[in-house]
């Protein structure tokens, strides 16, 4: 006779693992499938391999989407849960600058290998190398196929499958078929967190050049984000890039996005700042008077875009147009980068179709959908791994008290 599971649990990824762990520590029996050999794939590599999984500063005004459904996970798992569930764990954290939360010993190792053993010591079930291909509700169970001929019996099912971002460590679209095969609707996804590709070539210039800046898209509504902002030979990253990157990313289907960007993000009047610097410093030719406040390329490449002349005071030259565009420099994104550098994918299962006090779906009761799959993208600096720590707790609690 088959094992009938409690739960059974799709992807071990952030969501799938907490929520697994959870749920085995609540006396469910617990399986917990994998498509790939090793769990935690995504783990190991966020955050350049350190692991951003939490920030003091989450709030549903971090995130794209309904904000009623953060809050509700936020209610269930907030930045101290995080902080005392992983400590609880075993992992030594340590804040960082704007609230991103590391592991102390700087390897995401820590928090993959404390989940790993957490697992194994609550009783739940992992099984690698199954990719699970179909679901049917034979009422009022499941059944789950896996490729590899695997059938797994279960009377709830969590899709903790993750979205197609980085299809190099595991990304793929195998979550989305199985929602819509269970009767959900898709939002097509769509790359985010990840490069802005520009119609400008003269700033590839600028290759390899970090500032400080704050960024405008001009989208319907703008969005703004300010932080570091590096310059590549296709066009900027940095969280001023990632951080708009979602608007942008929606606004393209309509065509090239209008991007504004702001050198002086520090100062509240730039314009009155650089007035004011003419009046003390304008005998200075113009490099020499950006100097101090402008990276050297940078200023070389405002001086060759605006045309003044080098060897001129720039007292001598008229100079709104050259502090216009330090404040608002416009570019134009052509394109996201490739899924392959996408922190997140934007889109996914939509949220209205499932009950936000759980996350089971409204369409099919009995599963339940968290993390990534859901259409909920958040910014850089450790939201989108929250809301997967969050949204797999949210569950599990739910499934106890099944």
């Known amino acids: 006779m088959e094992t009938l599971y409690d739960v059974a649990i799709v992807g071990a990824g952030a969501s799938g693992l907490i929520c697994a762990l959870e749920c085995a520590r609540g006396g469910k029996k617990t399986i917990l499938l994998e498509k790939d050999t090793l769990p935690a794939r995504k783990i190991l590599v966020s955050g350049n391999g350190r692991c951003n999984l939490t ?6 005004a971090c995130y794209h989407a309904d904000p009623k459904l953060i809050e509700s996970a936020l209610s269930h798992f907030s930045f101290e849960d995080c902080w005392k ?10 804040e960082q600058e704007q609230g991103r939360v590391f592991p102390a ?46 059938n797994v019996h279960a009377k709830n099912v969590v ?38 590709c520009l119609k400008e070539t003269a700033l590839a210039r600028l290759s390899g050049i970090k500032c400080q ?16 902002l590096i310059f590549t030979n296709y066009g900027i990253n940095g969280p001023a890039a990632l951080n708009i ?27 009155d700042f650089l007035k004011a610097r003419l009046n003390t410093l304008g005998q200075r030719k113009p490099k020499n008077f950006f100097a101090g406040i402008l990276h050297e390329s940078i200023a ?21 147009r050259a502090f216009q565009t330090l404040v608002a420099w416009p570019v134009t994104v052509t394109a996201m980068r490739p899924w392959k550098e996408a922190m997140v994918a934007a889109g996914g299962v939509k949220t209205r179709e499932i009950n936000y006090n759980t996350f089971e ?30 949204s797999g707790f949210t569950v599990a609690q739910a499934l106890k008290g099944k």
């Open 55 to 60: 920030n003091r500063h989450v709030s549903p």
């Open 85 to 94: 569930y992983f400590e609880n764990l075993g992992v030594l954290l340590t």
């Open 105 to 150: 010993t700087g390897k995401a190792t820590a928090v993959a290998d404390a989940l790993k053993v957490a697992l194994k010591e609550a009783g739940a079930e992992l099984s690698t190398g199954q990719e699970v291909t179909h679901i049917k509700h034979a009422k009022p169970n499941f059944i789950l196929t896996t490729k590899q001929g695997l």
């Open 159 to 196: 899709l903790a499958c993750g979205s197609c971002a980085y299809p190099q460590v595991t990304g793929t679209n195998s979550g989305y078929d199985l929602a819509k095969m269970l009767g959900h609707t898709l939002i097509p996804p769509l790359p985010v967190l990840s490069g802005l």
């Open 213 to 228: 800046a704050r960024t405008t898209a001009c989208t319907t509504p703008p969005e703004q984000a300010e932080g570091e």
């Open 245 to 271: 990157s979602q608007a942008v990313s929606r606004a393209l289907a309509k065509g090239p996005v209008p991007v504004e960007i702001n050198f002086f993000p520090q100062l509240q009047n730039p314009l």
């Open 300 to 320: 070389n490449l405002l001086i060759d875009f605006v045309g003044l002349h080098k060897q001129i005071p720039v007292q001598q030259q008229p100079m709104q």
């Open 361 to 390: 779906s409204l369409v099919c009761p009995g599963v339940f959908i968290t993390g990534e799959l859901l259409d909920v993208d958040g910014k850089s600096g450790g939201l989108n791994l929250h809301f997967a720590w969050a």
